[in-house]
């Protein structure tokens, strides 16, 4: 699923950042390497695509509305952020995807949550 979003878009897809969190849900829960890397890549798809869709709403209310109030946006950017604080507790070079998405939108609703 998360190599067909990737190649083929969402497009067709009614909610491809809730879908992307089903797949890392699920594929976190197999804790093995190849399922990992899976679950890493739903995560970096379905934050790459709520960013795009929260950068397409003009009015920063609705946007902040747009991430901060439907549930499973929300999920998606605190599982971010805790891979972010992840890599950066252990000291470990974090994945190049994952310092490049890393986005301000992101923090400022984590820093609300507290």
């Avoid at 992307?20 to 990992?36: D, F, G, H, I, V």
């Avoid at 709520?50 to 991430?67: G, P």
Wanted: charged content about 20%; glycine content about 2%; overall charge negative.
């Amino acid at each position: 699923v998360v190599e067909w979003l990737e190649t083929l878009g969402e497009d067709g897809v009614e909610l491809p950042v809730y879908v992307c969190l089903l797949c890392y849900k699920l594929l976190a829960m197999a804790q093995t390497p190849e399922s990992t890397t899976w679950a890493q890549a739903a995560l970096h798809t379905g934050h790459r695509i709520l960013q795009a869709r929260a950068a397409s709403i003009q009015d920063e209310d609705l946007r902040q509305m747009f991430l901060e109030q439907v549930p499973y946006n929300r999920e998606i950017i605190l599982l971010w952020q805790q891979q972010v604080d992840n890599c950066v507790s252990r000291k470990d070079p974090p994945d190049l995807w994952l310092l490049e998405h890393s986005t301000t939108s992101s923090q400022s609703i984590l820093t609300s949550a507290d």
